[in-house]
């Protein structure tokens, strides 16, 4: 690497005086949980600011009452929404219909990040997308773990691991940093972007896709971290 990259991986990869591993790790474990939860309580008929509003009271009943982002609940066409757009209004949860989740708390000063996509009824092609950007996530981040490639280089490979499931990625949610908040006050720009390979706990690889027909999209994301965290 050269002495530019150097440079850039160790502004970029700053953390503030209260990072820790384990407040991180803790704070991560939190965040799946919850994720796991917000599906339990989206029930056909629902309407999708409903949903928002008791995953806001599920986050703010585990202490996490301020986040760096909104809290997204997204049903139907609008999980082909990119991150920061507005939902379509009203939208309704179908009998067969798909949930995108994406949370991104605050627990005292540590920074939570996750997202992740669900069904309700029988929806076997959203099942498919859904299963899809799962399994795309870890193919990427197994890339990553298993060699030097950089941030740049691993959204390469993203955009074409998703065309050869006959998926499109969303690149507008390429991955970012993550830390003792906030984050952005040390880099706010996308991983897609840099060009050496990010560090394991720093960052997190989000995976979106949309259904080339239309309709729907998933999403799914979560640190970048190896396999013995993901047993």
Known sequence: MSAVLDEKKTEYEAVGPAFTKEQMLKV???????????????????????????????????????????????????????????????????????????????????????????????????????DAARSLFHTVRKKWEGTGINGKELYEFAVEEAKSLGYELNMDLSGHRISDFPHAAIYDGPMADVEFKPAPLLWVLEIHIRNPSGGYGAFYEDMLLDDSYFA
């Open 28 to 130: 991560r474990a939190e965040v799946r949980g919850i994720i796991n939860e917000i599906p339990g309580f989206c029930k056909p008929g629902m309407v999708e600011e409903d949903a928002v509003e008791k995953a806001r009271e599920l986050l703010a009943s585990h202490g996490m009452v301020r986040g760096w982002h909104d809290v997204y609940v997204r049903f139907g066409t609008n999980t082909l929404k990119t991150f920061g757009e507005d939902s379509d209004p009203g939208m309704v949860l179908k009998e067969n219909d798909i949930i995108l989740v994406d949370i991104g708390p605050v627990w005292e000063e540590w920074e939570g990040d996750g997202g992740d996509t669900f069904i309700v009824g029988t929806a076997p092609e959203m099942q498919k997308c859904a």
